[in-house]
């Protein structure tokens, strides 16, 4: 089925010949065609590859069941006719067609993550892998995504709207990449960017987006810290200014983030209770440097709790049933990004940051 043929609100799947996946694999992108006006540009989430050592660990069975450790990095765009960020999204989720959802009528570009550089690399890694034989893992996000932009250019021409988000990884790659997606549509000036669950300090950023991913100049030299987000936003808010909105959320002790940030400090992919609290002042302090740059910095903190995390909190909201479903102070995820949108910004839960 071809794009133009599609009927409101229709998932479709389409391969992007020249984009390729970590080993190879073909690639893919979900495009549902629903207001051609409005735009959500969202980057999926799966891990990442960080340096050599971490490039031996993809997400696969042979990784879990050879070699008994847990997979990094998700290496395959889409094994699936249908993929299952949609399946549940159409349920809940910023995705849905849910009444709930005020974005339920928006066209939406979904772009897989396979990777492993948070849509930010344009190079090729060597490494030796846990059988010992060399092999290729192709950081090529950002290659993927300029071939994605030319398209959505040619199917979206005029959106009026545009929302870039992202979860997880994804939402690494919003703090990275939301400058070129804007670049491909100048002419858009209500431009929304929101980055859900993205953290983990680590001395070795600037080298890994410099010489392992091989990122483009503009991304790759906007590294100087261990928190490789805050200083996208800061290189992405000196470059457009206030002319997108600015929103971040995160959960005060991550789970997710905080056996990534573990992992990278010992190679254990624990969560301990010394790093919650450790993540939790990092976190307070990257919200007080993001408020710094505009008053169109707006954050959402959150201590979703499920019992098996403890003591970690939920991963990522904007994309399962926590968007619409639950609260902090009495606002829901869902209520505070559509506020956001009508120009009615604000923070919710910075009280979960305070010792």
């Known amino acids: 089925m071809e794009f133009q043929n599609l009927h409101h609100k229709e998932w479709l799947k389409i391969y992007i010949p020249e984009a390729v996946c970590a080993f190879g694999g073909d690639y893919c992108i979900h495009v549902n065609k629903g207001d051609p006006k409005r735009l959500i540009f969202y ?143 100048p002419d858009c000036s209500d431009v929304t960017i929101l980055c859900d669950s993205a953290m983990v300090p680590y001395d070795g950023w600037a080298t890994t987006a410099k010489e392992l991913w091989q990122s483009p100049h503009h991304i790759a030299d906007a590294v100087h810290s261990d928190n490789i987000t805050l200083d996208w936003f800061k290189a992405i808010h000196k470059r457009y200014g206030d002319r997108p909105r600015y929103l971040y959320t995160c959960g005060c002790r991550d789970h997710v983030l905080l056996l990534f940030w573990h992992y990278a400090v010992d190679g254990q992919f624990i969560v301990e209770e010394s790093f919650g609290e450790a993540f939790r002042e990092k976190l307070r302090c990257m919200c007080t440097e993001m408020k710094k740059l505009t008053p169109k910095f707006s954050l959402y903190i959150h201590d979703f709790m499920k019992e098996e995390l403890a003591p970690g909190v939920q991963h990522c909201i904007f994309g399962n049933e926590s968007y619409t479903g639950r609260c902090i102070d009495g606002v829901s995820p869902v209520a505070w990004l559509g506020d956001a949108m009508n120009d009615q910004q604000y923070d919710v839960g910075l009280h979960l940051l305070e010792g």
């Not at 993809?58 to 879990?64: I, K, N, R, V, Y």
């Not at 070699?67 to 998700?74: A, E, F, I, P, Q």
């Not at 060399?134 to 250019?153: C, F, P, S, V, W």
């Open 43 to 185: 980057l999926c989430g799966g891990g990442a590859s960080w340096c050599r050592e971490s490039a031996m660990w993809p997400s696969c069975p042979e990784t879990a069941e050879k070699y008994r450790h847990v997979g990094l990095y998700t290496i395959v765009a889409d094994p699936q006719p249908e993929i299952m960020s949609i399946q549940t999204g159409e349920k809940s989720g910023i995705h849905s067609t849910t009444g709930e959802n005020p974005f339920a009528d928006w066209s939406e570009i979904m772009v897989p993550y396979v990777t492993a550089d948070f849509h930010a690399g344009a190079g090729d890694l060597t490494f030796t892998g846990a059988d010992g034989q060399e092999h290729t893992l192709h950081h090529q996000g950002y290659t993927n995504l300029q071939k994605i932009l030319q398209r959505a250019r040619e199917w979206f021409p005029n959106p009026e709207q545009l929302l870039i988000c992202g979860e997880s990884a994804g939402a690494f790659g919003v703090a990275a990449v939301s400058g070129d997606i804007m670049d491909a549509f």
